[in-house]
């Protein structure tokens, strides 16, 4: 059962010339300051923290750390700008400034994305083909609901919530923070936003644009810091409502933190989702898909496929086409556009993977990854994956976060529902099968927000997104995502 084919032997994968996107034409300041009240401020604390660049540990600029005074001076920024000009202004008048933001974004698409590449480690392909275009998109598709909330929500008046906190993770920052402040700004709130501590930057870029868009001081805030700023937002008196992405862990601290207070709240947090081939699939575009699910962005992801699930008829041959698209892929300098894969965002988080590679092994999980040279500097993890993983292994139970895949087998239907059911996380799952009746049966039995038929981490902001039980709740995107910034 399950002999191994061995990989192909490749003789070398194709070497291209370095075709590194320019960052002459991007603007960074050595130091940025809080904003709010629309002017950039220096934090009271006086503190400022470096950002660093994943894929090389070069020095990008100097983020300040906001503390309590620096919060309370953001929401009361956002307080007045709710009580006065934002809640006056007509909605078709908003709907015109979160299209002006979005124009704007598009326009200076390609210094956010080198920006996003360079403090995040993620490939240039990736934040000029996925992070910033979806963001520009939110923010025109949420432009569009502003004046229509009464056509959403027919007969039930709804009324925007106030101040709006929200606090977003490193894996895509501009991207996260775009979901969170589009539908937040369409239900007329007003906002203070923190980005993760090593990934601020598109974030107060994004408050420059927001600038020049000329939207009224106060309506958003952006400030930055770590996990204290973070928790200074939450327990905020004067905060209406929390959005947060994360992890799991920092989410149940949070529930905790607000537990009792009139504080509404979504949560988007981990997952460990489960990729499913069936042997009638079109396998190749399944390995296909399964590459981009759980390699994509350095396993980065929250939704990542990292547990793959493949009907033991075809496991031989799928494991094969695996591990020959593995070798090919290409890891190395993030800004190169032939680049697949780029850096982990942090050391913290590498050592985090490592400790994981270590214990799928100790747990007798054996391990495969792309042979290549790994850069000197930075923070590299090869493309991994676990065969002879069983369901109690750590590694198919823990998120990881990083690009380790736990691959196991499954001979029918129910076996691998069962299978794909049994984790604390529900965010999201993928099927690849030929048989419209199987996705269906298999989708209506996911404990998965977002299920996948045929394809892998699709997003587009008419989708509502978000978790079942571990993984969060509330939903972000499309009609959906309006309702947790409404009252009724
Ligand atoms: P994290 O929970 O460590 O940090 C997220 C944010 O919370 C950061 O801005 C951090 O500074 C802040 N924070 C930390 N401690 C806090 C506290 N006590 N109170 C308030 N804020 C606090 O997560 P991360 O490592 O930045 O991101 C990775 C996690 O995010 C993964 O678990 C991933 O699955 C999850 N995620 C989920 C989604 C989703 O849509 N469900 C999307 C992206 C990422």
């Known amino acids: 059962m399950n002999k191994e084919i061995k990989p192909l032997k490749f003789s070398g994968k194709w070497d291209f ?18 904003f709010i009240n629309g002017k950039f401020e220096n934090p009271q604390t006086s503190n400022y923290f470096p950002s660093v660049n994943p894929a090389n540990e070069e020095h990008l600029s100097m983020i300040a750390e906001a503390g309590e005074k620096d919060i309370n001076a953001a929401v009361s920024a956002a307080r007045k700008a709710f009580d006065g000009p934002w809640s006056k202004m007509s909605a078709k008048e908003r709907g015109k400034y979160i299209f002006r933001i979005a124009r704007l974004i598009q326009e200076k698409s390609r210094e956010l994305a080198v920006i996003e590449t360079l403090d995040g480690g993620k490939p240039i392909r990736e934040s000029r ?23 959403a929500f027919p007969n039930r008046d709804p009324k ?15 991207m996260m923070a775009a979901w969170k402040i589009a539908p937040a700004l369409a239900t007329g709130n007003t906002v203070v936003l923190k980005p993760a501590e090593t990934t601020s930057l598109t974030a107060l870029k994004l408050a420059e644009i927001i600038q020049e868009a000329d939207l009224p001081n106060g309506v958003v805030n952006i400030i930055t810091g770590a996990g204290a700023t973070g928790a200074g937002i939450v327990n905020h008196q004067d905060i209406d409502k929390i959005a947060f992405t994360g992890s799991t862990g920092v989410g149940k601290i949070i529930m905790k933190a607000i537990a009792g207070s009139n504080k509404k709240s979504t949560m988007e947090l981990g997952g460990k989702a489960a990729n499913i081939i069936f042997e009638d699939a079109p396998l190749d575009q399944a390995v296909e898909g399964v590459i981009n699910g759980i390699y994509f962005n350095q396993g980065h992801v929250c939704c990542a496929g990292s547990r793959l699930f493949v ?16 070798q090919s892929l290409i890891l190395g300098n993030p800004l190169d556009k032939n680049t697949d894969i780029g850096a982990i965002n942090s050391k913290e988080q590498l050592g985090t993977i490592n400790k994981y590679l270590k214990i799928g092994q100790q747990e007798g999980a054996d391990m495969f990854q792309l042979e290549c040279p790994i850069p000197k500097k930075g923070f590299w993890c090869p493309p991994t994956l676990f065969t002879n993983v069983s369901q109690s292994h750590v590694i198919a139970k823990e998120e990881i976060f990083g690009p380790v895949l736990a691959i196991q087998t499954f001979r029918t239907i129910d076996e691998v529902i069962t299978k794909a059911n049994n984790t604390p996380f529900g965010l999201s799952a993928g099927v690849w099968t030929d048989k419209g009746s199987k996705i269906f049966n298999l989708t209506s039995q996911m404990r ?7 394809t892998y981490n699709k ?23 309006l309702t947790p910034y409404l009252n009724f």
Request: glycine letters at 12%; a negative charge.
């Open 448 to 454: 998965a927000g977002v299920v996948w038929a045929n």
């Open 459 to 481: 997003f587009d902001p008419t989708s509502p997104f978000g978790g079942y039980k571990e993984s969060g709740h509330g939903r972000e995107g499309g009609l959906h995502g």
């Open 17 to 34: 010339d370095p075709a590194p996107e320019s960052v002459d034409h991007i603007s960074l300041k050595d130091q940025y300051g809080l």
């Open 160 to 174: 925007p919530v106030g101040v709006a906190g929200q606090v977003i993770p490193w894996n895509f920052p501009l």
């Open 311 to 326: 009907q033991e008829s075809v496991y031989d041959v799928v494991l094969r086409k695996l591990k020959d698209r593995i």
């Open 129 to 151: 083909d996925v992070d910033v275009p979806i963001a520009a998109a939110h923010f025109f598709y949420y432009a569009g609901w502003t004046d229509k909330l009464n056509y």
